[in-house]
């Protein structure tokens, strides 16, 4: 087992749907440590990007390049969608399925399940059916599937889109410990805010291609392009 | 109306003292019934799931076809069973004809098409949902097929009901490879048959009666113990 799967290189990948390009030509670099934020307007190409990272998507030119064999890779990585897929089990079968998928006994899984479902301050209902819970606990409940395996690498597509302000500051609070744990973060959101408080770096997209990469502070106060500018101050970008 | 009638009191009067004979072919059907319905379902159930989570270059014709199967004409069915099994087909040396074997191959043949049709029509709705899910997970083919199994027991179990719906109420197949043989293989439906043919509605239609009430109660008996409307959706 390599010590680490980072970094993840992409040299000139583009994702088409049909004939129309969604993202690239893209050459991107992203290792170390802390949380990358990836922002611009409805159809920049985020989630394609994150999908095309996770393996959801495939290039149809140029290359994903990580740092190690694809089998340790993807088994080092977790993934939260915008909208929480739940299975159709409780709170705990749930948290605990990508254990069970990966060999551990169904009770240690459920134990270390019962812990999460704790951590994420779900008491009693998420022992029930995961159906039952409301959009920010399913969430939370995502975000805890996603990290019960210690990924090395985290995407979050959105988490917070549809939250409101305490589930979003719940979700914030697991990101950040999971950050603070080593895992590196790779996120996609709208909000400015949420960026500020919780990026290193800032990669801003547009039409597909990444237009700026700056540390948080540089983006927002001096950033150096002429989208991200128009984005920041409110403008319409078409 | 009459005939209504007397087929109802000739109904409970059979059910009332346990009629011998009617206790027999009443078994008997379910036997038949309950075994085909077993083997479709351990036949049509994993292939519904492996459809809805395997992409192949010929998968619509094969989705096509396998609810085209859902309609195979029953007495066809009973005519290439009874062409295999008979004595100069391939199978003539197992000597199964006008047996309950038969009976329930023929079932088979029937039942598993609409088994595998509708599970994988429910699976592959939940399919949908999990893609992206069971994908990010990395789970192996036969994990995503036993999530669908398990988280869609519900309408797994609605399938194979009406697989049994199907096969409790099937006569063309079962007459044909069964021969409708007294103390053998009669069956609730052949037995109805027979006694139409000989003029005697009333206990014709106690024996309806009788097999309306089994495939109801049977019904009922899976949707109590599986607790299909007190969990949810789900």
Redesign the interface.
């Known amino acids: 087992m390599v010590e680490t799967i980072l970094p993840v290189e992409l040299n000139g990948a583009v994702v088409r749907k049909g004939e129309k390009i969604i993202i690239g030509p893209l050459d991107l670099s992203i290792g170390g440590t802390g949380c990358s934020i990836l922002i611009g307007p409805n159809g920049a190409g985020k989630t394609t990007l994150l999908r095309l990272l996770h393996g959801l998507e495939r290039a149809n030119s140029g290359a994903v390049k990580w740092s190690a064999r694809k089998n340790e890779v993807f088994s080092r990585q977790s993934f939260v969608f915008q909208s929480p897929v739940v299975l159709r089990r409780s709170g705990v079968e749930n948290i605990a399925y990508p254990l069970i998928v990966r060999g551990v006994a169904r009770k240690m899984a459920r134990a270390e399940a019962e812990k999460w479902i704790d951590e994420i301050g779900l008491g009693d209902v998420g022992r029930y059916d995961a159906h039952v819970l409301s959009g920010g606990e399913k969430q939370k409940l995502a975000m805890a599937r996603a990290l019960i395996t210690k990924p090395e690498v985290l995407f979050l597509d959105e988490p917070t889109a549809n939250l409101d302000g305490a589930s979003t500051l719940e979700i914030e609070r697991l990101i950040l410990s999971a950050r603070d744990k080593g895992t590196r973060i790779i996120m996609a959101t709208h909000d400015f805010g949420q960026a500020r408080r919780l990026a290193d770096d800032i990669l801003f997209m547009h039409r597909g291609r990444i237009h700026e990469r700056a540390s948080t502070e540089d983006f927002f106060d001096e950033p150096k392009t002429e989208e991200a500018n128009k984005f920041i101050r409110g403008d319409l970008l078409l | 109306m009459n005939d209504l009638l007397a087929g109802l009191q000739s109904a409970i009067g059979l059910i009332l003292h346990l009629d011998h004979d009617l206790v027999e072919i009443s078994l008997r059907s379910l036997q038949v019934t309950i075994s085909a319905v077993l083997i479709s379902a351990a036949i049509g159930l994993p292939f519904g799931a492996w459809l809805s989570v395997t992409r192949f270059r010929y998968r619509r014709l094969a989705i096509a076809l396998l609810n085209a199967l859902m309609g195979l004409p029953p007495v066809v069915v009973g005519l290439f069973v009874y062409i295999l099994l008979s004595r100069s087909g391939p199978f003539g040396v197992l000597d199964l004809l006008f047996t309950p074997t038969a009976m329930i191959i023929a079932q088979v043949i029937i039942v598993t098409p609409i088994i595998a049709s509708i599970s994988h029509q429910s699976m592959r709705d939940?399919w949908f949902?999990?893609h992206?899910?069971l994908?990010?997970?990395?789970?192996t083919k036969w994990?995503r097929m036993k999530?669908l199994l398990w988280?869609?027991r519900r309408g797994l179990l609605t399938a194979t009901l009406t697989g049994f719906g199907r096969g409790i109420g099937e006569i063309g197949a079962i007459m044909i490879v069964g021969g409708n043989i007294d103390h053998l293989t009669r069956v609730l439906t052949t037995a109805i048959a027979l006694e139409v043919g000989k003029g005697d509605f009333p206990l014709a239609l106690g024996l309806g009666i009788v097999l309306i009430s089994m495939a109801i109660l049977i019904n009922l008996t899976i949707h109590i113990l599986s607790r299909t409307e007190r969990?949810?959706?789900?």
């Open positions: 939940l949902q999990y992206d899910l994908i990010s997970i990395k789970t994990q999530a988280d869609g969990e949810g959706t789900w």
